[in-house]
């Protein structure tokens, strides 16, 4: 049974910081999606079993940084410049893939959500 639980949510002013992490119980390959108001689920970034295996969206690139500690058992989100389009639930989630990747139907496992809201 695969268990993912976020935290670090929160309210941040626009240009600010925040960072999400993630306990995984497990080996797997993650990624953090986050879902707005009236929107459809979308990726935001994901890594690999190797942590140089990265990718992100084109929306968050240059901004956020997904990284990950195997000791702690932690998946991360670093979220810098925010911007107040970044507002919405984020997840993060497991897949049963080799390599990172964006595509929301391969991961399996889904956390609860953590609250990101960003004021203007």
């Known amino acids: 049974q695969v268990q993912l639980v976020e935290s670090g949510g929160g309210l941040v002013q626009a240009g600010g910081s925040l960072r999400l992490s993630c306990a995984v119980s497990?080996?797997?390959?993650m990624g953090w999606f986050r879902q707005a108001p009236g929107k459809e689920r979308e990726a935001v970034a994901a890594?690999?079993?190797?942590?140089?295996?990265?990718t992100y969206a084109d929306s968050v690139k240059g901004r956020f940084t997904i990284s990950r500690d195997y000791a702690n058992k932690m998946v991360y989100l670093q979220m810098d410049s925010l911007k107040p389009e970044d507002t919405a639930v984020y997840y993060c989630?497991?897949?049963?893939?080799?390599?990172?990747?964006?595509?929301?139907?391969?991961?399996?496992?889904w956390g609860q959500g953590t609250q990101v809201t960003v004021s203007s």
């Open positions: 890594i690999g079993l190797q942590s140089d295996n990265r």
């Open positions: 497990g080996r797997y390959v």
């Open positions: 989630a497991a897949a049963g893939t080799y390599s990172a990747t964006l595509v929301v139907e391969e991961y399996g496992h």
